[in-house]
């Protein structure tokens, strides 16, 4: 992508895709290699009757991943995961259902969950777009109880697409066709484009610090910490996902740069504290999710320190608190968010630094080296901002945990600015 091309808005959406028994499911594989081509992630579910028209082995093999269909393991061999219902339904940014067949929509409208396709639609987490695409016989299609189950889908919040009129399987012609691959991938997109612009997010300006520090001892050694930057990086993409203009300031890591965002590279507390100096007066949020060494060697060596006994002394001074400086000069309408890790006491210490250091929300870590805290693809988060309760999230990938956290932060706009313009909603 060149620099004035506009990402997709497909490009990094996790897209559930439900694939219902009927003729139009032919047509899915096509879909999710176009879908795939824009850059989304693709996880499926299917009923058992879709397997008869479409099979797993082509949509796993095109989606890269394993397709489900119940909600208890199908093998022995899968039976940790029995909760692939939740998580997928976290995962999800949004849940199309294409092709809906009329059972399943009856299934859908009635709350019916026997099966992975129908019980991930009631864990889909609230505000993601739910998008059906019924395709059916002309005559199924106008009956009154497919009507009637459509209406109510309808009303309570899914985006329904009236199929296309046309020769039918049946050899008939009618209203009941699926819309083409294309269609379908151009609905989501605009569905996801729509929903973009009603983030509070969108169109500010957020600069994201990740990563860990290095500090030098002399020219060839560094005191550092294991960050990866795995959680400011996701910070910083779901950021530019709701439209924002994100800034991400990152010490050493082997990430890829997410799409849309600027990023400046920087080794020292020093330089990232400079950099984020530059932007501090313009952004409008400010999010501090790397682990910034809290000391630097005084007097670092230009070439490399010789051993000479058995014993070495270093004096370490304390670096730039890079998001305190920011707090302390915010102007009204400027956030300030943080990240906390302590090995004890965690939400004791996190609500100390919410009121040292001047933040308005700050994500508590709990840090176990395994599945939370540094250089893993999970996290738990306490988010905390001294008026409400602490909200505990439950174990997320740190893109999802990303979200939720920012969500936050828009919930945090909105009592600011409530008249900014509408409700945030988290896509
Ligand atoms: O990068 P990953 O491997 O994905 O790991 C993610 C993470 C655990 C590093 C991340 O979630 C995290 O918690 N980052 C902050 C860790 C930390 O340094 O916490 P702290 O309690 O020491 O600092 C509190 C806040 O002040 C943080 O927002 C930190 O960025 C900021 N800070 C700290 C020191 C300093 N000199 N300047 C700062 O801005």
Not at 1 to 24: D, N, W, Y
Not at 47 to 58: D, P
Not at 94 to 101: D, H, L, N, Q, R
Request: with cysteine.
């Amino acid at each position: 992508m060149t620099e004035t091309e506009v990402p997709s808005p497909l490009r990094g959406k996790k897209i559930l895709l439900g694939i219902c028994g009927g003729i139009a499911a032919y047509k899915t594989p096509m879909l999710v290699r176009l879908l795939k081509k824009q850059g989304a992630e693709i996880r499926i579910v299917m009923t058992g009757a879709a397997a008869r028209f479409v099979t797993e082995l082509t949509l796993s093999t095109l989606s890269g991943e394993p397709v489900s269909k119940e909600v208890l393991p199908e093998t022995e061999a899968n039976d940790s995961d029995w909760t692939r219902h939740i998580s997928l339904g976290e995962w999800a940014d949004a849940y199309v259902i294409a092709p809906a067949t009329a059972n399943t929509v009856a299934r859908l409208a009635a709350g019916i969950c026997d099966d992975m396709l129908s019980t991930c639609f009631i864990t889909l987490r609230p505000n993601r777009p739910k998008i059906l695409f019924p395709a059916m016989d002309g005559e199924m299609f106008s009956s009154a109880s497919v009507r009637r189950n459509l209406a109510w889908l309808s009303e309570n919040g899914c985006r329904i697409i009236e199929p296309e009129s046309g020769d039918l399987a049946s050899g008939q012609c009618g209203t009941g066709r699926m819309p083409e691959p294309e269609i379908i991938a151009q609905i989501i997109a605009e569905t996801f484009a729509e929903t973009r612009q009603k983030s509070r997010l969108t169109g500010k300006s957020v600069v994201v610090t990740a990563g860990p520090t290095r500090e030098k001892i002399d020219g060839v050694r560094f005191i550092s910490n294991y960050s990866s930057g795995k959680m400011g990086f996701a910070v910083a993409q779901a950021a530019a996902s709701r439209g924002a203009s994100v800034t991400l300031i990152s010490g050493p890591v082997t990430l890829q740069t997410p799409p849309g965002v600027d990023r400046q590279d920087v080794e020292t507390a020093e330089e990232m504290n400079r950099e984020a100096g530059k932007r501090a007066g313009e952004c409008d949020v400010f999010i501090g999710a790397a682990a910034v060494a809290d000391y630097r060697p005084e007097t670092p060596a230009r070439g490399k320190i010789r051993k000479t006994g058995a014993t070495m002394e270093l004096t370490l001074v304390r670096n730039p608190d890079i998001i305190g400086e920011f707090a302390r000069r915010k102007k009204t309408g400027q956030l300030a968010v943080g990240f906390s890790l302590e090995p004890t006491e965690e939400l004791h210490h996190a609500e100390e630094k919410l009121r040292r250091k001047g933040l308005d929300l700050i994500a508590c870590n709990t840090f176990d080296g395994e599945t939370r805290g540094f250089d893993v693809d999970t996290n738990v988060l306490t988010l905390i901002d001294g008026r409400s309760e602490p909200r505990r999230l439950p174990l997320l990938d740190k893109r999802e945990a990303a979200e939720r956290l920012l969500d936050a932060v828009e919930e945090l706009m909105n009592e600011q600015q409530p008249e900014d313009h509408g409700a945030g909603l988290a896509v």
